[in-house]
């Protein structure tokens, strides 16, 4: 494996209404606190929230697209979700290699996603199996 | 907390082409062996599979719709994925109190999800924190 520990890449993005309404509709994750403004402003967080493990997809996004990249078969995640993401707010997330095991070709990446306001949304660590592009 | 230990929900779903073409945009998860017919025929899943966060979304949906429902936070997931879903493959996601801390209003679920030859996709648990819907 051309990997090495230390190897990290991040990814900023926000999360748009109809993104998460969409998610919503597809995981059944359809709590008003992630669509309804006068919902929302009624809660503790005050304004419409991206749902958890949606947020988490791009950690999944950057190890399936980026590192290792196509051909990783995710094996396992373990997160913590610390402060909640609103709709539209700017995050950054990044996967770090902190173990590798080339005799079963398994990695595992510290991940974590950043809050516009520097907190940490989501901390923890994936595993993923990873060959490189095999076909059969 | 009106939850109890063995407090458990069910849900069946297929997840269809396009909701992973908008998940893999969105989660910036486009690996090809999510939406490519011809790509993936060549791999070892041989058919299109379904990001495995967004397989995990539903016990997420499962948590903060129907058990305990809205006003659900989630602190913590831990999921193995042990088998792909494929596209269009119907799958069943079952989630059960296995831990309640009433002094902290936290509940623990064991959380999988069974493809339709009945071996696991997912497995693992969930840790929410759960007040009820709280308004301010």
Chains 1, 2 share one sequence.
Do not use: W
């Amino acid at each position: 494996m051309n990997i090495k520990i230390g190897d990290k890449i991040s990814y900023r993005k926000t999360f748009t209404q109809d993104e998460v309404n969409a998610y919503a509709k597809a995981s059944m994750d359809e709590n008003p606190v992630h669509y309804d403004i006068k919902y929302a402003r009624k809660t503790f967080f005050k304004k419409p929230i991206v749902q958890g493990l949606f947020t988490a997809s791009i950690l999944g996004g950057l190890l399936g697209s980026k590192l290792p990249g196509h051909g990783t078969i995710l094996l396992g995640t373990n997160f913590k979700f610390i402060n909640p993401v609103f709709v539209g707010e700017f995050i950054s997330a990044t996967i770090e290699v902190i173990c590798i095991r080339n005799d079963k070709q398994i990695v595992t990446f510290h991940c974590f996603i950043i809050k516009e306001d520097s907190s940490i949304a989501i901390e923890g660590e994936a595993v993923v199996m990873y060959k490189g592009e095999v076909f059969i």
